[in-house]
């Protein structure tokens, strides 16, 4: 409920802001979190800070339009804002406009976020739609970028870097300390994230592109789609869809923008959904002809 005092703070700010780290892998836990942070502060310390900015402001709007306490101690309403302040600080010049622009970015994350949720959030969840959102206009003030620098073809480092993507990071330290960072919070989790970015990377070479396979460019979205339905044990098809939809997507997206972010983990995760919900108002023919239902002919 919507309120305008600051009521209800969260019991643990710490916790809170190192939930928000741990839920752009979507877990929930403060020492993924931790390690998702020692992953920036370690390879790209110029990033830390947006990172901060950008979840406390996603933190403190929540606060203050009185969003579910639960919730925020979760980081439901932070880790959009770690990855726009991220991509803000990655991709624009310093300036004394960035730290304002930033908070009003993680601010207006945690607001979409929330009103995702609200109104329609259970059949279509907003993952890190926000995010790729607010990025893209980003990257509307951003100069163009030139090319990156080649890297070494070494096929554990692009794993790793699968999943430092992630988080816009191409250190594979990066993304060996996110790797730990998910063994500590879910096994089983970690194993579809490093299943989703072997696929990914594979799948690249394959296409004959071998500097975007060891660069991890088409290992985190599948990453990320694994670890989105790594929690469905008894359906092991849905991180294995959600994981090659993601790679599907990959190209179709890339037509209508340069830089696609995490937009086909989002796609192919509503694709994923969109399928399990179909299924499940699927008339039950066998039902209606022993309740003699219309169309139990069928």
Request: aromatic letters at 10%; glycine letters at 12%.
């Amino acid at each position: 409920m919507y309120t305008k005092n600051f009521v209800n703070p969260c019991p643990d700010w710490a916790t809170a802001l190192l939930n928000g780290f741990s839920q752009v892998l979507l877990q929930c836990n403060p020492l993924c979190g931790l390690c998702c942070l020692l992953a920036i502060l370690l390879t790209a310390p110029n990033l830390v800070g947006g990172a901060l900015l950008g979840a406390l402001a996603g933190l403190l709007t929540a606060q203050r339009r009185g969003y579910a306490r639960a919730d925020r101690q979760a980081g439901l309403y932070s880790y959009n804002g770690v990855l726009i302040g991220i991509l803000i600080s990655a991709v624009l010049p310093w300036s004394a406009i960035m730290p304002p622009l930033i908070i009003a970015a993680g601010g207006l994350s945690s607001i979409i976020t929330h009103e995702w949720r609200k109104r329609g959030g259970t059949l279509l969840p907003a993952y890190t739609a926000p995010f790729v959102l607010l990025g893209w206009g980003t990257l509307l003030l951003a100069e163009p970028g030139g090319a990156s620098a080649p890297v070494e073809a070494d096929l554990l480092h692009a794993l790793l870097r699968g999943l430092g993507q992630i988080f816009l990071l191409d250190n594979p330290l990066a993304g060996l300390l996110i790797a730990i960072g998910l063994f500590v919070a879910n096994r089983y989790a970690a194993f579809w994230a490093l299943l989703g970015s072997a696929i990914g990377g594979s799948v690249a070479l394959l296409a004959g592109e071998p500097q975007a396979a060891f660069m991890g460019l088409f290992g985190f979205n599948a990453a990320l789609g694994g670890l989105a339905f790594s929690h469905e044990r008894q359906r092991p098809w849905l991180p294995m869809l959600a994981i090659a939809l993601a790679i599907a997507l990959l190209p179709i997206v890339s037509i209508f923008t340069v830089t696609v972010l995490t937009a086909p983990f989002v796609m192919a995760c509503w694709l994923v959904c969109s399928i399990g919900y179909a299924r499940t108002r699927r008339p039950d023919f066998k039902t209606q002809r022993r309740s003699g239902f219309p169309g139990g002919e069928l």
